[in-house]
């Protein structure tokens, strides 16, 4: 199982160690080997054995806590960035550092909201198996936000039509 392989090799000779699993069951795993000479990512799917024809996708990146404790709906720092900014050059190599920031601030929005983030996460995930080699997509995350913004600017109607987005 994924929870075994990553109690028992994912971290084999390292100080970092997954120390409980909060649920677990049983999932066929399959590997996607990495095209990337230093992958910085696992990426793995899960096919459950009752529904064979449907799988999850997941992308484990690693991260450290650069935010450091946040107590739920306060604002980290400005010089946390600066710092980020100024640590390393790459765009986007942070990014998992925020993920508790994003998932703050969808939290509170309408479940049609969250609704039609998912579907455009999915046409995002769409996309990319159709576009591999042919240029770049913007990050997820850039979607999400612009999805709420195309919201609010609507209105912030929490019983919009899906089909006009």
């Known amino acids: 199982t994924i929870c075994s392989f990553l109690k028992e090799n994912c971290f084999r000779n390292s100080p970092i160690k997954v120390i409980k699993v909060v649920k677990e069951r049983q999932f066929e795993v399959k590997f996607e080997v990495s095209k990337w000479e230093n992958p910085r990512v696992l990426s793995f799917s899960l096919t459950s054995q009752t529904m064979l024809d449907q799988s999850v996708d997941f992308d484990v990146l690693p991260a450290f806590d650069a ?48 609704s039609l983030i998912r579907l455009v996460k999915h046409w995002y995930q769409q996309c990319t198996k159709i576009s591999k080699g042919r240029g770049s997509l913007p990050p997820q995350h850039g979607l999400e936000l612009l999805t709420v913004y195309a919201w609010e600017q609507g209105g912030k109607d929490s019983q919009f039509n899906m089909a006009e987005g």
């Open 67 to 114: 935010l450091g404790q946040l107590v739920s709906g306060s604002r980290p720092s400005s010089q946390v960035y600066v710092d980020l900014i100024h640590s390393y050059s790459n765009a986007g190599e942070y990014s998992t550092c925020f993920t508790e920031l994003q998932r703050d601030f969808i939290i509170s929005r309408p479940t049609k909201l969250k």
